[in-house]
């Protein structure tokens, strides 16, 4: 088993974060969206490291492997975004994706957050397994908290009560 360690994002890990994630959406999956259209990944400290949010990497030596992070949107609810994990060490056997959401989970009952949200892509079936796997429940959208931000690519919703 490889031993990725989890850490909370620095800026200097930037760039690296940003290649991570676009290679994984446009290359990888094929969904057509820009590093523009993300504006948050620019201000991940501004925009995630508020409040009770935060936003962690996976790390393996140098490189980046994953990421995660968790958007306060008040009223003791969370929204999990930016969940990505190299295709390389997806999987039980790398335990990345794991540890990530571990991770955030104890920041969250740490921080009182009592519910946290997710909205995916129908394209992202392995995670929507490992979502489920971990104790979220699929909501329908107009179930979800008005605060949470839907993105346009998002068809399926979870529910994670903390």
Do not use: C, H
Not at 96 to 123: C, M, P
Not at 144 to 155: A, G, R, W
């Amino acid at each position: 088993m490889i031993e990725a360690s989890i850490e909370i994002y620095q800026d200097n890990y930037k760039d690296r974060v940003i290649d991570l994630i676009l290679n994984i959406q446009n290359e990888e999956f094929r969904i057509p969206i820009t590093r523009e259209q993300q504006p948050d990944l620019s201000e991940i400290p501004k925009y995630y490291q508020v409040n009770n949010g935060g936003f962690w990497i996976a790390r393996l030596n140098e490189k980046i492997i994953g990421t995660i992070a968790l958007l306060d949107i008040g009223n003791n609810k969370g929204a999990l975004r930016k969940m990505f994990v190299d295709k390389n060490y997806r999987g039980k056997e790398f335990g990345v994706g794991q540890k990530l959401l571990n991770s955030l989970v104890a920041w969250a009952r740490q921080k009182g957050v009592t519910d946290i949200f997710l909205g995916t892509t129908e394209k992202f079936i392995g995670a929507q397994r490992f979502y489920v796997k971990n104790g979220f429940i699929e909501l329908q959208k107009q179930d979800l908290p008005k605060e949470f931000p839907v993105m346009d690519v998002d068809v399926k919703f979870y529910r994670l009560t903390v």
